[in-house]
């Protein structure tokens, strides 16, 4: 069973409101290692410099979109392997679809609770300690 | 941590940055410009505003914002045309999101049917079956009814399963260069499970040709974990470079990778297309093509107003304080200056080139510090557009606003006060300036008019315009009105120029059209005195017929300026180099005297009227015959006038102090400085002491055809 203080996070967002929400609902499940990055480029440079057991990351960015993010990730050599949530709005059906296609693990739907949030971070890594 | 509070604020911050592209962004493709960018922008600028709406829990605005969206999705997926009705509506939107953002911020209740219009207009936009309704709906944890099947990392493996990895761990020779060590790796290895190590040493040499910096030792092994690959894997991950590694795994369940369609895996090995990582990343053992630096869909951005990564909140408290204390440096580095120039020669020469230094270094710091404090003056436009398409409805007008030079950059002291007097003037082009439609079709204008608002540096100055092609100023009637109000008597006999600016006078106002548009009693003399209180200049320009120009000239700063250090009998004072145009110190034969004046000049073929400072400021008599230094300044007004000093004694940076706290508006005196010597001088108005003059010598001054000297 992975240990939630264990797992090293990389949240991605452009709203730096929005990624503190998401850390506070991180730290409410007990990961203590959270990473930042506001855009797809400074996120790139983490995952590939920082062992990460998870990425976090909304889709709607400017320059490069949080699909671009998922497909730079998986086709990167040694950064391919991290698991990857889409955090998606409420009337992206469609871009859950195509975010499976490019290898993301598990998606969710923003606004969520902390229990959503640890919910499907579950459903990647297994049930977290 | 930030409290909950503080990220609401931040919030609130962001979405103005938002709001501001949208404004900008839909102004743009009303225009007709605008790309595929602009439209994704202003997508992106709601949708983030929404999302941090849910986030905060004000649903009121996600409700509204929903709606927006999905209008602006169906524009920029192409399903529905930009035409100038729709921009125009979603304007408004944009209008009535801007409102429910800042009751939101205020915690003020939002009325049930505020945007309710709006919000109509946009629904019906899209259609019965445009668009999704669940905009006030609770956001559901999952999407109904899709397939979507979560990618477990370690599929199928039960994490209890003890399995037994053979690991060959052989660092290169130049591992401990590189800042990495065998040691901690080994002990990390050991954390996850029992391990099993042999060292290899057949790399090791004689101790006499040992050298302490490179490695020799190598390892193979057992560990048996409960850790998967990739989790054993990852102990050595930051020295991937720096040794060759050896992973077999001899028993337990076998980890399965994420599952990728096929399609998609080929595609990560070979295509090209696909962002390339930067440089730091190792090389592959099987070496393939590198792709390279392109990007997917290059991103053709649209020059944003201001560069938003590479800039920095910082509290306005704290760069006043830093710009008062270069102040105090600059004036302590003028003193300086003086004790040195009082020394020998032998000691002065070297020191004299240190403080020679020292104040080129003060001069570029009080730059940077006061280019801190300049903001774009964008900041003060931005708010026109909402104002003129609200008074443009109110009134039934059509007004077009053009805007210039929105990225000036003007001092944070200055932005502050510029607001309202623009406002009002804007509103006093588009209210009494541009006339109906049907009035000025039938003067064969333009159905619309336009109002242009712009600034630039000019001279040392901010300028500001606002023009507008109206229909001018109705001298007559406004005589008529000065006349009725006392404010000027009935005989006097004023030209074109004179009746236009008495609208600026006290008491004036154009009564018969007070609407709540134009405000109650705020007129033209109070937008003067806030521009004239900052230190800048109004003028105006009227054509019967073809409109109106304001022009506003403002310092560059309040708290540094240029000087020229005066001295009028035993006092100095200083005076603002930007109106100084030139110093002379004339012949007697080129000073006429006039009965009544101080004189007049003969200045390359054109006469300027004279005045001695020394009676102007009550500091002595003027003694006839001795040879004195003219300085030419600006009236104003664009005509000059020749101040008549004692001796010039330089020009300097003067750290502008202002008086008013403590002794009130003096007129004449603009504020106050240190010199170098470390006694207090007045900056002295020259306009007001323009003024002055021509009230003191009486009216003869103003039957002289001062012509300036362009």
Known sequence: MPSAAALKVLIVDDQNSVRQMTRISLEEIGVRHIHEAENGNTAMDTATLQPLDLIISDFNMPEMDGLGLLRAVRG?????????????????????????????????????????????????????? | MASL?????????????????????????????????????????????KGGAGIFGFEDLVGFAHVFETVLDAMRSGKMAASHDTVDLLLSANDVLTDLIAMSRAGEPIPADHGAECRAGLERLLGPDGGDADGGEPAPADFEGLDFVPVRVDAGADDTTPRVYQIVFRPKPDMLKNGNEPLPILRELRKLGELALAADTCALPPLGELEPGRAYLGWTGELTTTATRTQVEEVFAFAANDCDLEMAQMSGPEQALPVLAPALDAEAQAA?????????????????????????????????????????????????????????????????????????????????????????????????????????????????????????????????????????????????RLGDPLTHIIRNSIDHGIETPQAR????????????????????????????????????????????????????????????????????????????????????????????????RITLKSERGRGMTLQLALPLTLAVMDGMVIKVRNETYVLPMSVIVECLRPS??????????????????????????????????????EERVVIIADAGDGSLFGVIVDELCGHQQVVVKSMEESYGAVAGVAGATILGNGRVALILDVEKLSELAVSSVGTRLDKLDAVPVN
Do not use: W
């Open chain 2, 588 to 625: 007697g034969a080129d000073i006429k005297n006039l009965m009544g004046s101080s004189g007049v000049l003969q200045l390359r073929g054109t006469l300027v009227p004279l005045v001695h400072l020394c009676e102007l400021l009550d500091v002595g008599r003027v003694a006839a015959t």
């Open chain 1, 76 to 129: 990167h050599p040694t950064a391919r392997r991290v698991p990857f949530i889409l955090v998606t709005g409420r009337g992206d059906r469609e871009l859950v679809v195509k975010a499976a296609q490019a290898g993301a693990n598990n998606y969710v739907v923003k606004p969520f609770t902390a229990d959503i949030l640890r919910q499907k971070i579950e459903q990647v890594i297994g049930k977290l300690s």
């Open chain 2, 272 to 416: 090209p297309s696909v962002v390339a990582s930067p440089s730091i990343v190792p090389p592959e053992p099987e070496p393939k093509p590198k792709p390279s630096n392109a990007e997917p869909a290059a991103p053709r951005a649209a020059p944003p107003l201001k560069a938003a990564a590479t800039t920095m909140r910082v509290e306005v408290e704290k760069i006043d304080r830093v710009v008062n204390l270069v102040g105090e440096l600059v004036i302590a580095q003028a003193m300086l200056g003086q004790v040195v120039h009082g020394l020998p020669e032998e000691t002065s020469g070297r020191l004299a080139q240190v403080i020679d230094e020292v104040s080129h270094h003060t001069r570029e710091l009080k730059d940077s510090v006061m280019s801190m404090r300049a903001q774009p003056i964008g900041a003060v436009f931005q708010r026109m557009p909402r104002l003129v398409r609200e008074l443009a409805a109110k009134t039934g007008k059509k007004v077009r606003l053009e805007m210039h030079g929105e990225n000036t950059e003007v001092d944070r002291s200055i932005i502050e």
């Open chain 2, 5 to 49: 509070d503080q990220l609401k604020q931040t919030f609130f911050e962001e979405c103005s940055e938002a709001l501001q592209q949208l404004e900008s962004g839909l102004t743009e493709i009303r225009e007709g410009g605008g790309s595929d960018d602009t439209i994704n922008a202003v997508f992106r600028s709601v949708h983030s505003v």
């Open chain 2, 441 to 536: 079709l039938a003067a064969g204008k333009n159905e619309e008019g336009t109002v242009r608002l712009s600034a630039d540096h000019r001279g040392g100055r901010i300028v500001v315009e606002v023009v507008d092609d109206g229909a001018g100023i109705d001298s007559e009637r406004v005589l008529k009105k000065a006349r009725e109000r006392g404010l000027t008597s009935p005989d006097k006999v004023l030209n074109e120029d004179e009746i236009n600016n008495l609208i600026f006078a006290p008491g004036f106002s154009t009564a018969e059209t007070i609407s709540d548009i134009s405000g109650r009693g705020v007129g033209m003399d109070v937008v003067r005195r806030n521009i004239q209180d900052v230190g800048g």
